[in-house]
């Protein structure tokens, strides 16, 4: 469920209390470990991490008026879910991070990059980290222009 709140604060604020703990607490760990270069705020309805327009002017190919991506937190209706960069299906990072989950003995419920879990004991906090930690700007921009052709990028209007 997305959100039309203007702010980090306001968003969580406006979740049950379980949740709100649960995504302040995995909110504080992802800031722990976050590149400095990347940025918080929200993005599509959602708690986003991203690379602001002031170092990627070009934005994201779908919406250059957005931000590109790196990582986002939600509260959907019968889970809350964190989105991580580069945990496609296929990269080292995605075989890394499945490894680490099973490692931990914890149940990994995961699409594409999005990883849902019903309570924060759910995740390994310190693998979520690590998996942040994995990633600079330099190497999110680098990543995503990788694969993303020039052709499939917009500019902004």
Known sequence: MTSAVATVEEYLASLPADRQSALRTLRDAI???????FAEGMQYGMIGYFVPHARYPAGYHCDPKQPLPFAALASQKNYMSV????LYPGTPNRAWFEAEFAKRGKKLDMGAGCVRFKKLDDLPLDVIQEAVRKWTVDSAIARYEATIPPTKRKTKA
Not at 31 to 37: H, K, Q, S, V
Not at 83 to 86: A, D, I, Q, R, S
Request: proline share 9%; charged share 20%; no cysteine.
């Open 31 to 37: 800031l722990e470990a976050l590149d400095p270069g």
């Open 83 to 86: 989105y991580l960069f580069g």
